[in-house]
Structures are given as C-alpha cells and as structure tokens.
C-alpha cells in the first residue's frame, strides 16, 4: 500500500474551515484516498473516500490533485467536536481490505 | 438502524491467562475487521473474517486467534496473555460485496487490561 505523509498536529479555530494535507506520492492508479477520524477512546469513523475526482458529503469534502500525489480533507465550518485524529490512508482497489492506519493529524479545534 | 456492538467493555486478565471478545457487525455486512490499539503504536491490522473464512491476517503471532459464527458476529481469542497485549481492541464491520467502497464501520472498542 502507498504510505501517506499528514503533519502530527494542527489547530482550527470554531467555525472556521479546517484544510488538512495528506501526501501520497506513491500512490498506483487503483488506489483510493480513505479519510477516517477517530474522537479520543472511541471507535474510528468513516468520513469520506475518493479516486480521483473532488468528493463532498455531509461530513467533508476531499480535494484530489490532478497527478493524485496529495489530497486535502476539508471540514467546512469546524466545532469542537470535530476535534479528533484524522487518518489519511491509501487503499488499492483489490480483496486486500485492511486498513493500514498511519499516525495521523491531531486535529484540536479551539473555541 | 444498530451500529458495530463489541463486549466486553473493559476486560482486566492476568499474564498467561486467555481472552475472549465479542463483536456483532452491522446487520447485513458479512465482513467483520479486528485492530488492535497499543499505546504509542497506533492501530494494527490483526485478522479479518469474511463468510465465516479468515481472509487475511495482520502481524501477529499465532496464539492470536478467532472466528466468526454463520451470523457473523466474531470472537477474538487471546491466549497466554502478555502485558504488551493491554491495548483497546476494535472490530469494524463491512459489506465486501459492495467493495471496491468498502467502509469500514468501528464498534466502540474493549480494553482489555493485562496485570
């Protein structure tokens, strides 16, 4: 799988758009950019995916590059629940369905 | 519609001893995910259950094992526990015939705590 490069950590303030960058340099053309979250001691929550085109749910909207060597999450207006750690991960469109997470960013949205 | 269940909630075992964990996936979802969270080692891969089959497994020794049941819900065993193996355990569930999507939906964990 490609591996994927997101900064430890980044602050956010309330109501403000929080932009967060993940690099995949490595990534093949049949792998998809997963985004989950996960809120301290809880279970990780899906948040959105995408190939290679831009995505957006209610949750976020995910911004692919065209050459897909990067992506970027974005949480439109952040709360404070939002604050959480945000894994970027990149997974190949075969029967391998593992998540392999990374470290992730730690996402703190300031009042 | 009822999320990813997982029991217990916290489970404290002595070293050698052996743990059981249980996990009911989403209704209908026929796939069922184990991960294990350690402190400062983030979360791992350990075994995934397709149809009642082990489909794939993370790097783990052996005496990690489990099953899933023809409802699909899962157990985890733990044998001759070590302190490393105190960590929150997280089951995720999802519908591989609707792959290549293929979310995965967490339960809320057990903490298993080995004295």
Redesign the interface.
Known sequence: DAKTTQPPSMDCAEGRAANLPCNHSTISGNEYVYWYRQIHSQGPQYIIHGLKNNETNEMASLIITEDRKSSTLILPHATLRDTAVYYCIVRPRSNDYKLSFGAGTTVTVRA | EAG?TQSPTHLIKTRGQQATLRCSPISGHT?V?W?QQALGL????LL?YDEGEE??R?NFPPRFSGRQFPNYSSELNVNALELEDSA?Y?C?S?L?RA???????????TRLTVL
């Open positions: 990813v796939s995910y991960y983030g979360l791992q891969f995934w489909r794939n993370g929150l997280l995720a999802s591989v792959a290549p999507y293929n979310e995965q939906f967490f339960g809320p964990g």
